[in-house]
T-cell receptor, first 111, second 115 residues
């Protein structure tokens, strides 16, 4: 069975600092992996996805994530945080149709 | 980009009444729609998967007679919470995908509060 774990329900960074949101997955075979972002009062939006091509995936708004099979991880990073990055971020895993979401990480960005 | 419209965004109802939530794909044909429920501080939980023109497939533990799902057209799926009770209060969100594309598009969610 697949599962996904997001370490840290809240992450706070200063504007301009590195953003690192952690995601570890459990799956019997390499899955598809996604990062979604939810801005206040908006629907979930796809940030990026891993579908067994390049292990380093670049997404929108300067975010990227690296698939590391040996660590079963898919951490989301951004070199320099911006105030507009404040949102809830969800990691998700799927093998077929069903998307399994992590519990989410709320990112706060301080000036 | 593709847009999924979910309505209403929030609803308050009395215990025992039924509430209908709509999920529409505005610029693509959603052959599959998913309904999720989110409890505070918990992950989204998949409730059911609906394919246009067929009965929904419910996840284990989800009461199909309580959460009625209809996907009668390629652009509309509805979730009806029948005889709602306070424990049904939650955030419900739909997502949709087009045939042959694994990318999911999400509605903005519905906050249901049952008094």
């Amino acid at each position: 069975a697949q599962s996904v774990t997001q370490l840290g329900s809240h992450v706070s960074v200063s504007e301009g600092a590195l953003v690192l949101l952690r995601c570890n997955y459990s799956s019997s075979v390499p899955p598809y992996l996604f990062w979604y972002v939810q801005y206040p009062n908006q629907g979930l939006q796809l940030l990026l996805k891993y579908t067994s091509a390049a292990t380093l995936v670049k997404g929108i708004n300067g975010f990227e994530a690296e698939f590391k099979k040996s660590e079963t991880s898919f951490h989301l990073t951004k070199p320099s945080a911006h105030m507009s990055d404040a949102a809830e971020y969800f990691c998700a895993v799927t093998l077929t149709d069903k998307l399994i979401f992590g519990t989410g990480t709320r990112l706060q960005v301080f000036p | 980009g593709a847009v999924v419209s979910q309505h209403p965004s929030w609803v308050i109802c009395k215990s025992g009444t039924s509430v209908k939530i709509e999920c529409r794909s505005l610029d693509f044909q959603a052959t599959t729609m998913f309904w999720y429920r989110q409890f505070p501080k918990q992950s989204l939980m998949l409730m059911a998967t609906s394919n246009e023109g067929s009965k929904a497939t419910y996840e284990q533990g989800v009461e199909k007679d309580k959460f009625l799902i209809n996907h009668a057209s390629l652009t509309l799926s509805t979730l009806t919470v029948t005889s709602a009770h306070p424990e049904d209060s939650s955030f419900y969100i739909c997502s949709a995908r087009e045939a042959g594309d694994e990318k999911l598009f999400f509605g903005s969610g519905t906050q249901l509060s049952v008094l």
